[in-house]
Protein backbone atom coordinates (compact mmCIF):
# COMPACT_ATOMS: atom_id res chain seq x y z
CA UNK A 1 0.00 0.00 0.00
CA UNK A 2 1.26 3.26 -0.91
CA UNK A 3 1.95 6.12 2.00
CA UNK A 4 0.10 8.90 1.50
CA UNK A 5 1.71 12.46 2.43
CA UNK A 6 -1.91 14.41 2.87
CA UNK A 7 0.34 17.81 3.94
CA UNK A 8 3.52 18.78 2.74
CA UNK A 9 4.93 21.99 3.21
CA UNK A 10 8.42 22.31 1.32
CA UNK A 11 10.56 24.75 1.81
CA UNK A 12 10.51 26.80 -1.06
CA UNK A 13 6.49 27.85 0.41
CA UNK A 14 8.06 28.88 3.59
CA UNK A 15 10.24 30.74 2.13
CA UNK A 16 7.74 32.56 0.35
CA UNK A 17 5.47 33.27 3.23
CA UNK A 18 5.36 32.10 7.01
CA UNK A 19 3.46 29.63 8.17
CA UNK A 20 0.37 30.67 9.92
CA UNK A 21 -3.44 29.60 11.15
CA UNK A 22 -4.45 30.62 7.61
CA UNK A 23 -2.24 28.54 5.42
CA UNK A 24 -2.67 25.54 7.95
CA UNK A 25 -5.07 22.44 9.09
CA UNK A 26 -5.53 23.27 12.84
CA UNK A 27 -3.68 19.88 13.62
CA UNK A 28 -1.04 20.64 11.22
CA UNK A 29 -0.74 23.91 13.14
CA UNK A 30 -0.12 22.33 16.67
CA UNK A 31 2.69 20.57 14.87
CA UNK A 32 4.65 22.89 13.49
CA UNK A 33 4.74 25.42 16.34
CA UNK A 34 6.63 22.13 17.81
CA UNK A 35 9.77 21.89 15.54
CA UNK A 36 12.10 24.73 13.39
CA UNK A 37 9.78 25.91 10.70
CA UNK A 38 12.71 28.90 10.01
CA UNK A 39 15.10 25.81 9.18
CA UNK A 40 16.36 24.42 6.11
CA UNK A 41 13.88 21.76 5.98
CA UNK A 42 9.91 21.17 7.20
CA UNK A 43 7.70 18.14 6.75
CA UNK A 44 4.27 18.24 8.12
CA UNK A 45 1.72 15.38 7.79
CA UNK A 46 -1.39 14.65 8.78
CA UNK A 47 -2.16 11.31 9.43
CA UNK A 48 -6.27 10.58 9.74
CA UNK A 49 -6.84 9.35 6.14
CA UNK A 50 -3.82 7.43 6.61
CA UNK A 51 -5.31 5.56 9.83
CA UNK A 52 -8.50 5.07 8.10
CA UNK A 53 -6.94 3.32 4.80
CA UNK A 54 -4.49 1.41 7.43
CA UNK A 55 -8.07 0.08 8.58
CA UNK A 56 -9.79 -0.69 5.82
CA UNK A 57 -6.87 -2.93 3.86
CA UNK A 58 -6.66 -4.68 7.76
CA UNK A 59 -10.22 -5.46 7.49
CA UNK A 60 -9.45 -7.23 3.72
CA UNK A 61 -6.61 -8.53 4.91
CA UNK A 62 -7.98 -10.14 8.02
CA UNK A 63 -11.38 -11.37 5.74
CA UNK A 64 -8.87 -13.15 3.23
CA UNK A 65 -7.14 -14.66 6.50
CA UNK A 66 -10.60 -15.78 7.89
CA UNK A 67 -11.33 -17.51 4.40
CA UNK A 68 -8.53 -19.96 4.75
CA UNK A 69 -8.31 -20.35 8.99
CA UNK A 70 -11.63 -20.58 10.59
CA UNK A 71 -9.80 -20.24 13.91
CA UNK A 72 -9.39 -16.42 13.70
CA UNK A 73 -12.16 -15.01 15.70
CA UNK A 74 -14.98 -13.37 14.09
CA UNK A 75 -15.09 -10.55 16.39
CA UNK A 76 -11.38 -9.48 15.83
CA UNK A 77 -11.32 -6.12 14.29
CA UNK A 78 -8.59 -4.15 13.37
CA UNK A 79 -10.05 -0.94 14.21
CA UNK A 80 -10.70 -2.68 17.56
CA UNK A 81 -6.62 -3.41 17.68
CA UNK A 82 -6.27 0.66 16.90
CA UNK A 83 -8.23 1.66 19.51
CA UNK A 84 -6.78 -0.93 22.32
CA UNK A 85 -3.46 -0.01 21.11
CA UNK A 86 -3.86 3.94 20.96
CA UNK A 87 -3.37 3.98 17.66
CA UNK A 88 -6.28 6.20 17.32
CA UNK A 89 -4.72 9.25 18.93
CA UNK A 90 -2.03 9.82 16.31
CA UNK A 91 -3.24 12.51 14.57
CA UNK A 92 -0.15 14.16 12.89
CA UNK A 93 3.76 14.66 12.92
CA UNK A 94 6.19 17.13 11.84
CA UNK A 95 9.99 16.91 11.24
CA UNK A 96 12.71 19.89 11.02
CA UNK A 97 16.20 20.61 10.26
CA UNK A 98 18.23 23.27 11.48
CA UNK A 99 21.37 24.09 11.47
CA UNK A 100 22.76 25.89 14.95
CA UNK A 101 25.75 26.44 16.58
CA UNK A 102 28.03 24.25 14.08
CA UNK A 103 25.58 21.43 14.20
CA UNK A 104 22.13 20.29 13.33
CA UNK A 105 19.09 20.11 15.69
CA UNK A 106 16.20 17.35 13.92
CA UNK A 107 13.30 17.43 15.53
CA UNK A 108 10.11 15.71 15.20
CA UNK A 109 6.81 16.37 16.94
CA UNK A 110 4.02 13.21 17.27
CA UNK A 111 0.38 14.81 17.95
CA UNK A 112 -1.86 12.53 19.96
CA UNK A 113 -3.87 15.05 21.95
CA UNK A 114 -2.23 13.89 25.01
CA UNK A 115 -3.04 10.25 24.90
CA UNK A 116 -1.78 8.00 27.29
CA UNK A 117 -3.51 4.76 25.55
CA UNK A 118 -2.18 1.81 25.16
CA UNK A 119 1.84 1.79 23.81
CA UNK A 120 1.53 5.12 24.28
CA UNK A 121 1.83 4.67 27.85
CA UNK A 122 5.35 3.60 27.27
CA UNK A 123 7.54 6.35 28.01
CA UNK A 124 5.61 7.51 31.24
CA UNK A 125 4.52 10.85 31.40
CA UNK A 126 6.66 12.92 33.75
CA UNK A 127 9.81 14.87 32.22
CA UNK A 128 12.97 15.03 34.30
CA UNK A 129 16.38 15.82 34.70
CA UNK A 130 18.25 13.29 32.83
CA UNK A 131 19.32 10.89 35.89
CA UNK A 132 22.31 9.34 33.68
CA UNK A 133 24.16 12.68 33.48
CA UNK A 134 24.23 13.18 37.17
CA UNK A 135 25.42 9.73 37.82
CA UNK A 136 27.92 9.42 35.12
CA UNK A 137 31.70 10.36 34.98
CA UNK A 138 32.30 13.22 33.79
CA UNK A 139 34.48 12.15 31.06
CA UNK A 140 31.45 9.49 29.95
CA UNK A 141 31.29 8.63 26.23
CA UNK A 142 28.09 7.24 25.82
CA UNK A 143 24.82 7.95 27.80
CA UNK A 144 22.22 6.09 27.72
CA UNK A 145 18.12 6.87 29.84
CA UNK A 146 15.26 4.85 28.98
CA UNK A 147 12.37 5.46 30.55
CA UNK A 148 10.31 2.29 30.14
CA UNK A 149 6.11 2.01 31.90
CA UNK A 150 4.69 -1.44 31.24
CA UNK A 151 2.39 -0.74 33.99
CA UNK A 152 -0.57 -0.46 31.76
CA UNK A 153 -0.12 -3.65 29.70
CA UNK A 154 -2.54 -5.57 31.53
CA UNK A 155 -5.51 -3.16 30.47
CA UNK A 156 -3.83 -3.75 26.73
CA UNK A 157 -3.60 -7.77 27.23
CA UNK A 158 -7.10 -7.85 28.71
CA UNK A 159 -8.85 -6.01 25.68
CA UNK A 160 -7.01 -7.41 22.84
CA UNK A 161 -8.11 -10.84 24.87
CA UNK A 162 -11.87 -9.78 25.14
CA UNK A 163 -11.71 -8.56 21.66
CA UNK A 164 -10.50 -12.39 20.43
CA UNK A 165 -13.25 -13.91 22.85
CA UNK A 166 -10.50 -14.89 25.14
CA UNK A 167 -10.76 -12.34 27.80
CA UNK A 168 -12.11 -14.87 30.72
CA UNK A 169 -9.35 -17.21 29.82
CA UNK A 170 -6.81 -14.80 30.26
CA UNK A 171 -8.22 -13.27 33.37
CA UNK A 172 -8.13 -16.77 34.86
CA UNK A 173 -4.10 -17.65 33.86
CA UNK A 174 -2.79 -14.08 34.82
CA UNK A 175 -4.62 -13.93 37.86
CA UNK A 176 -2.63 -16.59 39.39
CA UNK A 177 0.20 -16.25 42.09
CA UNK A 178 2.95 -18.12 40.72
CA UNK A 179 5.92 -19.20 43.09
CA UNK A 180 8.29 -17.95 40.39
CA UNK A 181 7.38 -14.91 40.95
CA UNK A 182 7.59 -14.48 44.34
CA UNK A 183 3.81 -15.26 44.97
CA UNK A 184 2.64 -12.48 42.66
CA UNK A 185 0.62 -12.68 39.63
CA UNK A 186 1.43 -11.99 36.16
CA UNK A 187 -1.24 -8.85 36.31
CA UNK A 188 1.00 -7.82 39.72
CA UNK A 189 4.33 -8.05 38.25
CA UNK A 190 3.21 -6.25 35.19
CA UNK A 191 1.81 -3.50 37.23
CA UNK A 192 5.36 -2.82 38.62
CA UNK A 193 6.86 -2.62 35.43
CA UNK A 194 7.72 1.10 35.92
CA UNK A 195 11.40 1.67 35.70
CA UNK A 196 14.13 3.77 34.36
CA UNK A 197 17.78 2.35 32.79
CA UNK A 198 20.31 4.23 32.89
CA UNK A 199 23.51 3.16 31.29
CA UNK A 200 27.31 4.81 30.97
CA UNK A 201 30.12 4.12 29.19
CA UNK A 202 33.66 5.72 29.67
CA UNK A 203 36.01 4.72 26.72
CA UNK A 204 39.60 4.92 27.67
CA UNK A 205 41.47 5.71 23.95
CA UNK A 206 45.32 5.74 25.65
CA UNK A 207 45.06 2.27 26.90
CA UNK A 208 44.34 -0.55 24.39
CA UNK A 209 42.85 -3.92 24.37
CA UNK A 210 43.88 -6.29 21.53
CA UNK A 211 41.39 -9.12 21.15
CA UNK A 212 41.68 -11.46 18.07
CA UNK A 213 43.66 -9.49 16.44
CA UNK A 214 41.54 -6.24 16.77
CA UNK A 215 42.54 -2.97 18.54
CA UNK A 216 40.25 -1.50 21.11
CA UNK A 217 39.71 1.20 23.42
CA UNK A 218 39.37 0.10 27.19
CA UNK A 219 36.26 1.05 28.76
CA UNK A 220 34.56 0.81 32.26
CA UNK A 221 30.81 0.93 32.38
CA UNK A 222 28.24 1.64 35.31
CA UNK A 223 24.08 1.20 34.83
CA UNK A 224 21.80 1.85 37.51
CA UNK A 225 17.94 0.70 37.41
CA UNK A 226 15.89 2.84 39.11
CA UNK A 227 12.59 1.45 40.57
CA UNK A 228 13.47 -1.97 40.43
CA UNK A 229 14.58 -3.08 43.46
CA UNK A 230 11.92 -5.21 44.48
CA UNK A 231 12.48 -7.35 41.73
CA UNK A 232 16.30 -8.27 43.25
CA UNK A 233 13.97 -10.04 46.17
CA UNK A 234 12.40 -12.25 43.71
CA UNK A 235 15.48 -13.24 41.11
CA UNK A 236 18.62 -11.64 41.84
CA UNK A 237 19.40 -14.62 44.40
CA UNK A 238 18.77 -17.19 41.32
CA UNK A 239 20.98 -14.84 39.24
CA UNK A 240 24.03 -15.21 41.42
CA UNK A 241 24.04 -18.86 41.98
CA UNK A 242 23.59 -19.65 38.15
CA UNK A 243 26.22 -17.24 37.05
CA UNK A 244 28.57 -19.73 38.36
CA UNK A 245 30.83 -16.71 39.30
CA UNK A 246 32.47 -16.36 42.90
CA UNK A 247 30.70 -13.31 44.54
CA UNK A 248 32.01 -11.57 47.77
CA UNK A 249 28.40 -10.45 49.64
CA UNK A 250 27.95 -7.63 51.99
CA UNK A 251 25.29 -6.07 54.04
CA UNK A 252 25.09 -2.70 55.23
CA UNK A 253 21.97 -1.32 56.57
CA UNK A 254 19.34 -1.52 53.38
CA UNK A 255 22.58 -2.10 50.87
CA UNK A 256 23.44 -5.25 49.77
CA UNK A 257 27.01 -5.56 47.65
CA UNK A 258 27.91 -8.47 45.10
CA UNK A 259 31.77 -7.97 44.36
CA UNK A 260 33.64 -10.69 41.76
CA UNK A 261 35.59 -12.02 44.16
CA UNK A 262 39.70 -10.35 43.09
CA UNK A 263 40.94 -13.74 42.13
CA UNK A 264 38.45 -14.10 39.44
CA UNK A 265 39.89 -10.70 37.47
CA UNK A 266 42.69 -11.72 36.17
CA UNK A 267 40.32 -13.97 33.59
CA UNK A 268 38.12 -10.87 32.72
CA UNK A 269 40.99 -8.83 31.86
CA UNK A 270 41.24 -6.96 35.05
CA UNK A 271 37.77 -6.32 35.40
CA UNK A 272 35.26 -6.78 38.59
CA UNK A 273 31.86 -6.71 38.30
CA UNK A 274 29.88 -5.16 41.45
CA UNK A 275 26.37 -5.20 41.64
CA UNK A 276 24.69 -3.05 44.62
CA UNK A 277 21.11 -3.52 45.32
CA UNK A 278 19.99 0.12 47.42
CA UNK A 279 16.96 -0.95 48.97
CA UNK A 280 16.00 2.39 50.58
CA UNK A 281 16.16 4.10 47.15
CA UNK A 282 15.24 1.39 45.39
CA UNK A 283 17.98 0.54 43.07
CA UNK A 284 20.22 -1.79 41.25
CA UNK A 285 23.46 -0.33 40.40
CA UNK A 286 26.01 -2.51 38.20
CA UNK A 287 29.94 -1.48 38.00
CA UNK A 288 32.94 -3.03 35.82
CA UNK A 289 34.81 -2.46 38.98
CA UNK A 290 33.91 -1.28 42.45
CA UNK A 291 36.15 1.83 42.17
CA UNK A 292 33.62 2.74 39.01
CA UNK A 293 30.41 2.34 41.68
CA UNK A 294 31.93 4.30 44.18
CA UNK A 295 32.81 6.87 41.73
CA UNK A 296 28.98 7.52 40.30
CA UNK A 297 27.59 7.18 43.64
CA UNK A 298 30.10 9.53 45.00
CA UNK A 299 30.91 13.41 44.65
CA UNK A 300 33.57 12.45 41.91
CA UNK A 301 32.87 15.14 38.85
CA UNK A 302 29.48 13.88 37.00
CA UNK A 303 28.27 13.85 33.20
CA UNK A 304 26.43 17.38 33.01
CA UNK A 305 29.03 19.22 34.39
CA UNK A 306 31.43 18.41 31.71
CA UNK A 307 32.07 20.83 28.82
CA UNK A 308 31.42 18.61 25.93
CA UNK A 309 28.11 17.18 27.32
CA UNK A 310 26.81 21.16 28.27
CA UNK A 311 27.93 21.93 24.42
CA UNK A 312 26.34 19.12 22.97
CA UNK A 313 23.03 19.69 24.53
CA UNK A 314 22.93 23.26 24.69
CA UNK A 315 20.04 23.16 22.98
CA UNK A 316 18.34 20.42 23.47
CA UNK A 317 15.38 20.01 26.08
CA UNK A 318 17.27 20.05 29.31
CA UNK A 319 13.97 17.66 30.15
CA UNK A 320 12.88 14.91 29.37
CA UNK A 321 11.70 10.88 29.65
CA UNK A 322 14.71 9.39 27.63
CA UNK A 323 18.26 10.39 26.41
CA UNK A 324 20.87 8.96 24.30
CA UNK A 325 24.28 10.59 24.07
CA UNK A 326 27.62 10.29 22.66
CA UNK A 327 31.25 12.20 22.73
CA UNK A 328 32.88 13.87 20.13
CA UNK A 329 35.89 11.75 21.60
CA UNK A 330 33.81 8.44 20.91
CA UNK A 331 33.18 10.08 17.28
CA UNK A 332 36.96 10.38 16.77
CA UNK A 333 37.37 6.75 17.51
CA UNK A 334 35.56 5.86 14.79
CA UNK A 335 37.52 8.03 12.56
CA UNK A 336 40.61 5.85 13.72
CA UNK A 337 39.24 2.84 13.55
CA UNK A 338 37.88 3.21 9.95
CA UNK A 339 41.76 4.27 9.28
CA UNK A 340 42.91 1.63 10.87
CA UNK A 341 41.32 -1.04 9.02
CA UNK A 342 42.26 0.77 5.82
CA UNK A 343 46.08 0.55 6.93
CA UNK A 344 45.14 -3.14 7.80
CA UNK A 345 43.87 -4.47 4.09
CA UNK A 346 40.56 -4.84 5.42
CA UNK A 347 38.44 -2.63 3.03
CA UNK A 348 40.51 -4.39 -0.07
CA UNK A 349 37.65 -5.36 -2.12
CA UNK A 350 36.46 -4.77 -5.06
CA UNK A 351 32.86 -4.46 -4.10
CA UNK A 352 33.66 -1.87 -1.08
CA UNK A 353 35.97 0.20 -3.46
CA UNK A 354 32.42 1.03 -5.31
CA UNK A 355 30.97 2.50 -1.83
CA UNK A 356 34.16 4.09 -0.57
CA UNK A 357 33.91 7.50 -1.50
CA UNK A 358 29.92 7.26 0.24
CA UNK A 359 31.77 5.91 3.84
CA UNK A 360 34.32 8.50 3.18
CA UNK A 361 31.85 11.14 3.58
CA UNK A 362 29.75 9.18 5.92
CA UNK A 363 32.61 9.36 8.38
CA UNK A 364 33.23 13.01 7.18
CA UNK A 365 29.74 13.59 8.38
CA UNK A 366 29.57 12.18 11.66
CA UNK A 367 32.77 13.81 12.48
CA UNK A 368 32.33 16.99 11.18
CA UNK A 369 31.14 19.26 14.10
CA UNK A 370 32.82 20.22 17.48
CA UNK A 371 30.58 18.57 19.44
CA UNK A 372 29.31 15.04 19.91
CA UNK A 373 25.71 13.73 19.02
CA UNK A 374 22.71 13.71 21.14
CA UNK A 375 19.27 12.40 21.17
CA UNK A 376 16.10 13.03 23.41
CA UNK A 377 12.48 11.60 23.61
CA UNK A 378 9.73 14.17 26.04
CA UNK A 379 6.42 13.61 26.70
CA UNK A 380 4.56 16.93 26.64
CA UNK A 381 0.47 17.80 27.29
CA UNK A 382 -0.16 17.00 23.99
CA UNK A 383 1.81 14.80 22.13
CA UNK A 384 5.68 13.36 21.96
CA UNK A 385 9.03 15.09 21.16
CA UNK A 386 12.26 13.92 19.59
CA UNK A 387 15.30 16.03 18.59
CA UNK A 388 18.45 14.48 17.55
CA UNK A 389 21.40 16.71 17.79
CA UNK A 390 23.63 15.59 14.74
CA UNK A 391 26.75 16.64 12.72
CA UNK A 392 24.01 16.06 9.66
CA UNK A 393 21.00 17.20 9.01
CA UNK A 394 18.31 14.21 8.49
CA UNK A 395 17.01 15.38 5.49
CA UNK A 396 17.26 12.96 3.20
CA UNK A 397 20.74 11.39 4.36
CA UNK A 398 19.21 7.84 4.23
CA UNK A 399 17.96 8.12 0.37
CA UNK A 400 21.05 9.42 -0.32
CA UNK A 401 23.31 6.31 1.32
CA UNK A 402 21.06 4.28 -0.82
CA UNK A 403 23.70 2.91 -2.94
CA UNK A 404 25.91 2.52 -0.19
CA UNK A 405 23.75 0.04 1.65
CA UNK A 406 23.55 -2.27 -1.41
CA UNK A 407 27.11 -2.21 -2.26
CA UNK A 408 27.91 -2.83 1.91
CA UNK A 409 25.04 -5.54 1.14
CA UNK A 410 27.51 -7.07 -1.63
CA UNK A 411 30.61 -6.72 0.08
CA UNK A 412 29.34 -8.17 3.31
CA UNK A 413 27.93 -11.25 1.51
CA UNK A 414 31.85 -11.91 0.37
CA UNK A 415 33.89 -10.82 2.51
CA UNK A 416 35.43 -13.31 5.41
CA UNK A 417 37.13 -11.26 7.65
CA UNK A 418 37.44 -10.48 11.33
CA UNK A 419 36.04 -6.88 11.08
CA UNK A 420 32.30 -6.86 10.36
CA UNK A 421 31.49 -3.61 8.44
CA UNK A 422 28.04 -2.24 9.71
CA UNK A 423 25.69 -2.17 7.54
CA UNK A 424 22.86 0.15 7.19
CA UNK A 425 18.98 -0.23 7.46
Known amino acids: MKKRYLSLVPIAAIMVSPLS ?7 LEKVAAKVDTDGDFLQLNKFDGDLATLKEYGELVLDIARAENSEIPAALKVGKLFEVLGLNALQATASSSK ?4 SWNNRAYLWTGGSQKGILSLYG ?3 EKYEVAAFA ?3 TDVALQLRINLSQMNKVITEIADAIGQGDMMRKEFGKPQQEM ?7 LIEKLD ?19 ADAPGAELVARIDNAAWAWGIFGEQFIVESGMPWDKKLAGQVTTYTLKEEAAKDLMGYRPVICIDKAKNYIWVASKPSVLAAARGDAPKLKDG ?14 NSLAYVSKD ?5 VSQYKMAGKNGLLDDPQFEIAKPLVDKMIADLTGSDSGMAAVISVDEQGMNSVLRAPFPVKNYLDKLTPLVGALGAFGASANRVMEVPRLR
Open 21 to 27: AATLKPS
Open 137 to 139: PES
Open 330 to 334: LLDEL
Open 195 to 213: FRVSIAIDIDRKNRLVMQG
Open 182 to 188: GGMTPFQ
Open 307 to 320: AGFKKTMATLPQNG
Open 99 to 102: KVDG
Open 125 to 127: KAN
